[in-house]
């Protein structure tokens, strides 16, 4: 530091240390902003995913099924037990009750989960099963 007036700092060195303190504070802030951005990317991510490979034949509006049965309020749901939904005996069979470690198996390969499923539709990348799987477990009962 440069001292014009007997020991006291220039206008110039206060302002440069302000900006010192000032930048490690506002990188702070955007960083912390910054980490939300990837759960909610993933968050549109698994929606237009699920627009993309589920909702020909899957609904997530309570009551409005399709060719497979809604999907509302599926986490916790036994597997085959909608009602006015068509399944296979073994699928209703299967005992399963959907979390997220039986979705991410049968989205992986339905048929090798439960053999005489109708659901032939799989999901191989990791990522995108997993950002399906977030948006269903934000998918309420209604």
């Not at 000032?22 to 549109?44: K, M, R, W």
């Not at 989960?113 to 990791?126: A, L």
């Amino acid at each position: 530091m440069s001292t014009p007036f007997h020991g006291m700092p220039s206008l110039q060195d206060a302002q440069d240390e302000g900006r010192r303190r000032t930048l490690p504070a506002i990188l702070l802030a955007i960083s912390g902003l910054l980490c939300h951005l990837p759960a909610a990317a993933q968050d549109i991510d698994g929606a237009r995913l699920f627009q993309q490979r589920c909702a020909t034949c899957h609904s997530v509006e309570a009551g409005q099924n399709k060719a497979g049965p809604h999907l509302s309020g599926l986490i916790g749901r036994a597997a085959g037990t909608v009602e006015g939904a068509t399944y296979s005996d073994a699928l209703r069979s299967s005992g399963i009750t959907w979390d997220r470690q039986s979705l991410e198996t049968f989205l992986t390969a339905p048929g090798r989960m439960v053999h005489g499923t109708r659901m032939t539709v799989t999901i191989p990348n990791t990522g995108q099963r997993a950002a399906i799987i977030q948006y269903l477990e934000g998918q309420p009962a209604n």
